[in-house]
């Protein structure tokens, strides 16, 4: 990935990797493959807006001329997926170990 299409295109690195948050903080103590994580209808209508403008922005080609975005190939979508599934992986951690120390305290 050339430097230049980094710095073009932080905004959906941010996006992706915000994407990913959002599932995570919706407990601070349950997982997020916890039952009822993709259940709310107007959450998962803003993702899909915001992930379709972003689209729109970085595939249009009118669009791709006023804010200087360039397309990003296969390799770099999977770049971004994987930087994103980060937040998730360590979210994660986090919570196993708040709920291993949450029970702990209540068994004393």
């Known amino acids: 990935m050339k430097k230049s299409n980094v710095s ?3 905004l959906l690195y ?6 990913f948050n959002i599932f995570n903080i919706k407990s601070h103590f349950n997982s997020v493959f ?8 107007y ?14 922005a970085i595939y ?5 001329n006023i804010l ?13 997926i994987t930087i994103g599934l980060v937040i998730i992986f360590v979210e ?3 919570k196993m170990i708040y709920r291993l120390l949450y029970i ?4 004393k």
Request: no cysteine.
């Open 8 to 10: 073009k295109n932080i």
């Open 34 to 41: 916890s039952k009822g994580t993709f259940n709310n209808k």
């Open 14 to 19: 941010l996006t992706i990797f915000q994407v």
């Open 68 to 80: 200087n975005t360039t397309g990003l190939n296969m390799l770099e979508w999977l770049l971004i």
């Open 43 to 56: 959450m998962i209508g803003g993702i899909l807006l915001a992930m379709s403008l972003h689209m729109f």
């Open 60 to 64: 249009n080609p009118f669009m791709q």
């Open 104 to 107: 702990r305290m209540e068994v």
């Open 92 to 94: 994660e951690i986090r």
